[in-house]
């Protein structure tokens, strides 16, 4: 049986203790806070497996996962690649790029698994909709929106553009199949906190040609993308827009099972006028399923 340590089981951390536990390993928990331990007492994890210090437990185990305070993730992620741990780490996987790139390094040197945690890539919504843009359901795409906000307390550890936006960042490389080729932001901190709590990110992937690196035509480009992220606007919000010549997709993240509406909306010129067509809209049902579990 695969030896598994979970450092971290503080709000998220919660939910990859539960799921770890539901699955065929030997389950080993650190946390700094015994208080937090108490949760991995309560599902059965002995307490041999509990220690408030990591350390103890990384000559036993075959792999870990990081779920602690964004700036703390790199050292100790680290220190398991060294030690010859396939790691998960929940993203970010570090705070600064060049820091992430070591760790992506380190760990192709030894031969090891480092797998960043995204896990709105592992939800049945965002499948149907890869497997939709590359079948050419929408024709050829051109625009991608992303809305993660909402009021709610922000993270002490990073700005909102680490916490929330990279979600949708993520996504989209995911959805589109590559990097964007520019990336621009505007960011403004008006909590006075130091770090930014709202963001408008913008991304624009170029063109792919012919040869060996062409892409479906569907996925061809140009696409641009926004992802807006924040503190203050009132709700939740976990929504995007994919936007093709022929199909639009809203996804809303918050539903449980109707999580995207298709429209067959499009432009048309008639009588030298452009006008707004309205077409077909449908409602795509998805089977409950947790995306966390999926992920792992």
Known sequence: MVKVLLVGVGRWGTNHLRVLRSLPVDLYVADLRDDHLSRARALGVPETHLSTDPAKFVPRVDAAAVVIPGPAQAALCRTLLSSG??????????????????LAELAEERGRILQVGHIFRFDPASQCLRAAIARGDFGRLRMLRGRFSGFKRPRADMGVSFSDAVHFVDLF?????????????????????????????????EVVGNGADAAAPALAGPIWATVESGYHRPGKWREIVVVGEGLTAVCDYNVAQYKVTTFRNEHVVKGGELLATEGEVRQLEFPPEEPLLAEW
Do not use: C, H, M, W
């Open 85 to 102: 741990k396939d790691v998960f780490v929940e993203k970010p996987l570090a705070l600064d790029p060049l820091e992430a790139k070591q």
């Open 173 to 205: 490389n995911y959805l589109v199949g590559r990097a964007p080729a520019r990336v621009s932001a505007i960011t403004k901190d008006f909590l006075g906190r130091g770090v930014d709590d709202e963001a408008l990110i913008a991304l624009d992937y």
